[in-house]
């Protein structure tokens, strides 16, 4: 007998959790190539008004996910200039376009409070669809959940089996000697952080057309830092990251059927939980500082001098 609320309960687990996957999955790439993007979160809020002012404007679809995917791209290159091309410091370029991110997104965002969009359509597979629980799970989401599990086998397919992702491994592992050899440190750098910016876009985009069809200001609520939690959690693997991305997912929605169930718990204590867990995680990590040290990339965080 299967109970009524397993499939709506997997089908907010899997909503809840696709917009960390795009993140995660586009992090993992851009700290493969040695650079530490702390603007995920900036990027992701872009990502979100952006798609749901296009929507809204257009009625499209189509346009509203590319120029949610285009916002966190352009954000990303903002980025990456800085900190590739000028030398400034990632961590702080980082945190800064974070909160640029955050002011611009409200701004924009202002004249579309109120709002809604219509949502993405479903892919819908007569008699298929309506199978109980694999049906409306495998064949009932929308465009950008199979596109948050594609990008998962796309990114460890890229890094493990393609020439390029050899030498973005390499290029994060020890760019002076990448460079020595002939690779263009910068430019493999710009291309994964331009991929990551608009992953993360995508995430947002995600959460503003199909998760919560509506503009809401600062409504990635973390997110983007959970996402960073993410990548080391996954030991810096696409497959462990999507794991961890369903994981939190579910501790998100945890609060919703708890309360469901009349479980006596304060609902600000419940809302605090994927912190709590990201914390908890982090912390658990730290504690093997060895297995953190051949897990992460090497030249992490390291600016790149051609003439050294």
Known sequence: MIPDWLTPAIMTIITASTPLVFAAVGEIMVEKSGV??????????????????????TGSATLAILFGALAGLVLALIFGLLTLNLRANQVATGLALTLFGLGLSALIGHSFVGETFSGLPKLDIPFISKLPIIGPLVFGQDVLVYMSVASVFFAGWFLNKTRWGLVLRAVGENHDA??????????????????????????????????????????????????????VFASWRPGRAIFGAYLFGGITILQLHVQGFGVAIAPQLMSMLPYLATIVVL??????????????????????????
């Open 36 to 57: 530490l993007n702390l603007g995920v979160e900036g990027m992701m809020i872009m990502g979100a008004v952006a798609a749901f002012a296009i929507g809204v404007t």
């Open 178 to 231: 990448a460079h020595a050899i002939g690779h263009p440190v910068n430019f493999v750098r710009m291309m994964a952080v331009l991929f990551g910016g608009s992953m993360a876009g995508l995430g947002g985009a995600y959460l503003s057309l199909a998760y919560t069809p509506l503009w809401v200001e600062n409504m990635t609520a973390g997110r983007g830092w959970i996402a960073l939690a993410l990548v």
């Open 283 to 308: 912390v658990l990590i730290s504690h093997d500082v060895n297995r953190f040290k051949l897990s992460a990339p090497a030249c992490l965080g390291k600016t790149f001098h051609p003439s050294q």
